[in-house]
């Protein structure tokens, strides 16, 4: 694994834009093809292993909070539990989701932390650093199918009949991002056949008279792909009625327990010692020295401490009510002058699908931070 310098296509902004990829300059630089990370075909090969083994192990993780009765330890609200379950035993199928992790070439990756609900970065993963390489490095590989992986899984969902009628998507308004990603998603499922519909999260509605979802226009939601985190659904008018109503949700209820960073000190338990994951507990007895402080339900890098002889704490967003889990602090590498890499790796289905590369100059990752794209040596 290794950091080069590249040469920025000329109008790369407007490629990125045609394909949908309209936030490419958040923050001033966020799609950076400025450099690239590197790989060669072995590293490809066991990025691609462990996060497969990785996600066999979660959804052993999130049977195992069922049949223990661990709900209390993740902070899972009473109300939701059943759903939770319901979900579960009726296998509701996943779509999608990413590992997080730490890794620098040399070491086994560290898992850092599992987005099981509400995965972003999806359009400059599965598209704008593909056509990257089909411009800059059209010899060279990449570790990406991610595209093709969506579709083929929209399909399965569908021909498996979990998806009756239009499947709507939808997101928060006045989120530029969150749109991109949605209308991204939604083209994945046109791509497989299904008849698409976009509704904003805030224009859907109960019908108290019929006991169901509703468009604005008054139609029936049967099936909905949402940009919207289920620890927040729960919690609100939406969520409770989700009890009364079998409306199809992906990503399902029972990602509740993998999304939740509770799982993390659940496979530390359950897995011990397993190379690719750190130390993790529900309390900070257990470390001498340096550990890092996360909230069981936080967003982007949000309400992050890192405990050390200098003590790191990213942006204050509110998180942390439901309280903590604690894991051992392993740095990020460096690469470059002060470039701290976190690897993305995605899971669709059950297949491992490719990653995406976030990489900022702070040791706590956020939404602003880079993305870079990579490629490997066939």
């Not at 001033?28 to 462990?50: H, K, N, P, Q």
């Not at 066999?56 to 379950?85: K, Q, S, T, Y």
């Not at 992790?101 to 972003?120: C, I, Q, V, W």
């Not at 010899?139 to 899984?153: A, G, T, V, Y």
């Amino acid at each position: 694994m290794e950091r080069e310098h590249s040469v920025p296509r000329p109008g790369w902004q407007r490629k990125l834009e045609e394909i949908g990829f309209t936030y490419h300059s958040m923050d001033g630089r966020y799609w950076d093809e400025s450099v690239c990370y590197s790989f060669t075909a072995e590293e490809i090969d066991m990025l691609e292993s462990v996060t497969a083994e990785l996600h066999e192990m979660c959804i052993e993780a999130a049977g195992a909070i069922i049949e223990r009765d661990w709900f209390d330890r993740l902070a899972i609200p009473e109300h939701a539990r059943n759903l939770i379950v319901d979900s579960w035993n009726r296998d509701e199928p996943s779509l999608y989701g990413r590992f997080d992790f730490s890794y620098d070439g040399r070491y086994p990756p560290k898992l850092l932390e599992y987005n099981a609900d509400t995965p972003t970065s999806l359009i400059e993963c599965g598209a704008a650093q593909w056509f990257w390489l089909e411009e800059v490095k059209p010899d060279m590989d990449q570790f990406n199918s991610l595209h093709d992986k969506l579709i083929e899984r929209w399909r399965q969902i569908a021909a498996d009949g979990w998806i009756k009628g239009p499947l709507y998507l939808s997101c928060i308004k006045e989120n530029e991002e969150d749109l991109c990603t949605v209308e991204y998603m939604r083209d994945t499922a046109a791509q497989a056949g299904l008849d698409t519909v976009f509704i904003f999260t805030e224009d859907i509605g109960w019908d108290e008279d019929r006991q169901l979802f509703a468009d604005l226009d008054g139609e029936e939601m049967a099936a909905l792909f949402k940009l919207y985190p289920w620890e927040w659904l729960v919690q609100e008018d939406f969520g409770r009625q989700l009890a009364l109503n079998k409306v199809r949700m992906i990503e399902p209820a029972w990602k509740m327990l993998l999304s939740n960073k509770g799982i993390l000190p659940v496979l530390w338990e359950l897995f011990p010692h397993h190379p690719n994951l750190l130390p993790a507990y529900f309390n900070a007895d257990n470390f001498r020295r340096e550990y890092v402080k996360k909230p069981l339900l936080s967003r982007e890098g949000a309400n992050i401490i890192i405990e050390k002889a200098q003590p790191l704490m990213s942006k204050d967003e509110g998180y942390g009510g439901e309280g903590y889990i604690y894991q051992e602090y392993s740095p990020l590498p460096m690469f470059g002058a002060g470039n701290f890499p976190v690897i993305g790796a995605w899971i669709v289905g059950d297949e491992s699908a490719g990653i995406g590369i976030r990489e900022d100059s702070s040791l706590i990752t956020s939404n602003l931070s880079r993305f870079i794209p990579h490629y490997f040596i066939p």
